[in-house]
């Protein structure tokens, strides 16, 4: 039975919000003019205010009471809910919400708060796999789709033509075991600079702010602006660049969702998991006997990334910018 409302609880996480979207899109489909909302942390919020499927986003700021978000979530007077994360706190707080019913995927304690607990999310091998167990939850509450991204609501700025600038994101909030060194992007940049004549702009999270001082302070035309933007800004900054390198992180996903060419450097984590939606982003990586270790930090000498070479990053990079006939003549 379709609901006559839904309440969609978006990751907390901006990769993962991204590999929600077909997910929620299909949602929206099923549902037809009955209203979905997306409640998302409003560090994402503006993510979700590019998405037409979306009736109302409802931003939530974190960290706050259970109560707190219950009673924001309470004013839609939603009929069900669907939680996308996997914590007991999200089931606790719909359920505190008073909306009546609350799937979710199966997991203790949270699955004596669920009215359908048993939601597999099992994607089979269908790829990329975070993507796919948000399309399968959709699936099996009755809706149908794809891993296809959907149509955006971008502001026509950004489609103008690309600035001839390459994007880093040496970045990668989940940890360091999946950051390629500072010094291969500093290489890296030289290369590219140097064959393409492109500056190079460096973005993150205030996190982010030594790693890419780090590298604008050992390559000419090149510019920091970590911790500098909104994630509307930095949207659409990557939106407009020509290349975006990245770690496996929020910004590779972006770029895959944007349809911007990207080459992004996998290490510690399995791009059969957590690769990106599309057909945009070339993806590297070294096999090592101890990965996908999928750690936070490398206890060893982090050769799945020190490993990948700077040299065949940039090859990656020219034939991803369409210079690797003219560049190699």
């Known amino acids: 039975m379709i609901p006559s409302s839904l309440l969609v609880r978006s990751p907390n996480w901006l990769g993962d919000a991204v590999l929600s979207l077909p997910a929620v899109a299909s ?29 109302r986003v409802i931003e939530i700021d974190q960290p706050k009471s259970v109560w707190q978000t219950a009673r924001r979530l309470r004013e839609g007077g939603y009929a069900t809910a669907l939680l996308l994360p996997n914590s007991p706190r999200a089931a606790l707080e719909a359920r505190l919400a008073g909306i009546p019913t609350v799937w979710g995927r199966a997991g203790w304690p949270r699955s004596a708060l669920l009215n359908r607990p048993r939601l597999r999310g099992d994607p089979g ?28 609501r971008t502001p026509s700025t950004w489609s103008q033509s690309p600035e001839p600038v390459i994007a880093f994101c040496p970045g990668a909030e989940f940890g360091s075991a999946k ?9 890296l940049a030289r290369r590219l600079i140097e064959t393409t004549g492109y500056p190079v702009r460096l973005y993150g999270a205030a996190g982010d702010r030594e790693v890419c001082h780090q590298i604008a302070s050992a390559v000419p035309a090149t510019e920091s602006l970590a911790g500098q933007t909104t994630l509307e800004e930095f949207l659409a900054s990557l939106a407009r660049s020509r290349l975006v390198v990245c770690n496996d992180s929020g910004a590779m996903h972006v770029a895959a969702l944007l349809g911007v060419p990207a080459v992004a450097l996998f290490g510690s984590t399995d791009p059969l998991r957590t690769g990106p939606l599309g057909t945009s982003t070339r993806i590297l990586s070294h096999p090592v006997p101890c990965g996908p270790c999928l750690r936070r930090t490398c206890p060893k000498d982090l050769a799945c990334l020190r490993r990948i070479d700077p040299e065949a990053v940039f090859s990656a990079c020219r034939e991803q910018l369409g210079l690797s006939t003219a560049l190699s003549s």
Do not use: M
């Open 179 to 187: 950051r390629w060194p500072a010094e291969s992007y500093v290489a």
């Open 125 to 152: 091998e269908r790829f990329p796999k975070q993507a796919a167990t948000y399309l399968a939850l959709a699936e099996e509450i009755g809706a149908s789709g794809s891993l296809a991204i959907p149509e955006l």
């Open 27 to 55: 949602l929206k489909a099923w549902l037809g003019p009955r209203p979905l909302a997306v409640a998302t942390p409003r560090k994402l919020s503006a993510l979700w205010h590019l998405c037409p499927f979306v009736d």
